[in-house]
């Protein structure tokens, strides 16, 4: 009998886009093939919506297609005939394809100076094969990203963001510095609610935190003139990703800004607070410059350690938020438990100035390039301002461990519905007229009293009645234990090798034994 025909299943668009544009990589690494593929997609969706414009104005008889001025009225881009898709799909296959589309990117900073020396002009450069690149712009001209309904299903959302996780899990760790997973910053994003104000991101990465922000506005009917981003990041590569991820979603970057200082060191927004931050610093960083800042005035709840940025970055939001700004941060899960280096004394500080909000336990394998556990704080700057009800001697505990779903073997991802259960529980919980209830095993709502008892450990296992092995987990004390069984295996390794040469100098071959000479 024969075998049933194995039924092909449907991959994404995106995973196919991506399968494609690798096979054309050939010997070039991810981190330079990444501005050479993204920064194809950016020329595609201008060029699909500008498209789109072009024959809206060609079809009125009184206005002119060519005019700048028809684009920008509607906030699109004007994209001059020499980068324009249909143009480089024709010389697709000519040996100078590369200078031709660097070309078409000087040409795009020359009309719109907001981009000027942002986009890649990497496509001459002889590692990159003309055949190669003439065959990634005929697999990207069937994608209609910028078209009404390409913007409508957000095509270049889900191609982005795909291409950004994928170059992230290329590059490993460095990579991930600036890649936080769509649905991590959706559930941020869904908590915070940030409707009206000022939202803030000072490790903005490639911009994630403030797409989801627009996109959370336009999606609860508002008007994405009421929310103003703010931004600073300190790897000028990734600060260049983020200018371009804003400009193709209309998002004005004007104050996203670059130095290579990082935050700490050169705040690029010393005196400014804000009304929403939201953000995933690097977990656990000790290249920070900490020992330079002992005295920094940001260090309002106790000085952090030199050698995990943590507490700083927390007390970096702390002090740029208004008296009634909240934040939504992703961290490293140690930092719910760690005594480690002064951090039970920082974290305790926080507990008692009734700034912690909210904490949400993490499922894991959730980020592409780590396995270290992670979670989400959330701090209110103030927990009786009117706005939502008074809860100052309270924090709410969620463990979302078992939510989620495998997408992969090392990876895993929140659904919608996820995404909705613990938003739901936390406004549930804020709200004057919310109807929360504690829930065994998932959430509860704790007192500061609480929280004394248990020693300020803030890791959920310890108040909704679900024991974890890992509750205790330690990324520092982890490592440090790890470092010591290594060393220990190693001495034994030496110690043994020395034992066998002691015994192979103790054999006597007799001289019957000797081989014929």
Request: glycine share 8%; with cysteine; proline share 4%.
């Amino acid at each position: 009998m024969a075998k049933a025909k194995k039924e092909k299943k449907d991959e994404p668009l995106e995973k196919i886009l991506w399968q494609a544009a690798d096979k054309l990589r050939k010997n070039i690494g991810a981190a330079e093939y990444k501005h050479i593929v993204l920064g194809l997609i950016f020329l595609k969706y201008i060029s699909d919506a500008f498209e789109e414009r072009y024959q809206q104005l060609a079809s009125e008889e009184h206005a002119d297609p060519e005019d700048i001025d028809e684009y920008r009225m509607v906030n699109a881009f004007y994209v001059p005939k020499e980068a324009r898709w249909d143009f480089l799909l024709s010389k697709s296959k000519q040996p100078t394809i590369g200078k031709i589309v660097d070309a078409a990117m000087d040409a795009i900073e020359a009309n719109h100076p907001q981009l000027k020396g942002i986009l890649p002009k990497v496509y001459a450069r002889p590692n990159l094969d003309h055949t190669a690149l003439g065959g990634l712009i005929d697999k990207f001209s069937n994608l209609a990203l910028g078209t009404s309904a390409g913007r409508s299903k957000d095509l270049l959302g889900q191609v982005y963001e795909y291409f950004l996780g994928q170059f992230a899990l290329a590059e490993g760790q460095k990579g991930g510095k600036f890649y936080t997973p769509g649905h991590v910053v959706r559930l941020l994003v869904e908590m915070l609610q940030p409707y009206k104000g000022q939202v803030f991101d000072p490790c903005c990465g490639s911009g994630g935190m403030f797409v989801h922000s627009e996109k959370f506005v336009l999606a609860h009917q508002g008007k994405i003139d009421d929310i103003s981003i703010f931004g600073q990041e300190s790897d000028l590569t990734t600060w260049r990703l983020a200018k371009m991820n804003l400009a193709i979603r209309g998002i004005d970057s004007s104050n996203v800004k670059w130095n290579n200082q990082g935050s700490f060191l050169k705040d690029e927004f010393r005196d400014s607070k804000f009304d929403f931050i939201i953000a995933n610093p690097p977990f656990n960083d000790s290249d920070w410059s900490g020992d330079l800042l002992q005295k920094d005035g940001r260090w309002q709840y106790g000085v952090p350690p030199a050698a995990n940025a943590n507490f700083a970055w927390m007390q970096h939001f702390i002090y740029h938020l208004k008296p009634t700004g909240t934040a939504g941060i992703v961290l490293a899960k140690g930092s719910l438990s760690s005594r480690t280096n002064n951090e039970g004394e920082l974290r305790k500080a926080l507990v008692e100035a009734k700034l912690v909000d909210c904490i949400v336990n993490l499922p894991t394998k959730l980020f592409l390039n780590t396995q270290i556990p992670a979670c989400l704080w959330f701090l209110s700057r103030s927990k009786n301002n009117g706005k939502y009800r008074k809860r100052e001697n309270e924090v709410l505990f969620i463990d979302a461990r078992n939510l989620g779903h495998l997408v992969s073997r090392k990876n895993r991802a929140l659904s919608d519905d996820d995404i909705k259960v613990i938003s739901e529980t936390y406004h549930n919980w804020r709200e004057k007229d919310g109807k929360y209830e504690d829930v065994q095993g998932f959430c509860k709502s704790a007192t500061i009293e609480d929280i004394k008892k248990l020693g300020y450990i803030l890791t959920p296992g310890r108040y909704i009645g679900l024991p974890d092995d890992e509750e205790e987990f330690d990324f520092g004390d982890r490592i440090k234990n790890l470092k010591q069984e290594l060393d220990k295996q190693m001495q034994e390794e030496l110690n043994l090798n020395e034992l066998i040469k002691k015994n192979f100098e103790k054999i006597v071959i007799s001289e019957s034994n000797k081989p014929n000479e």
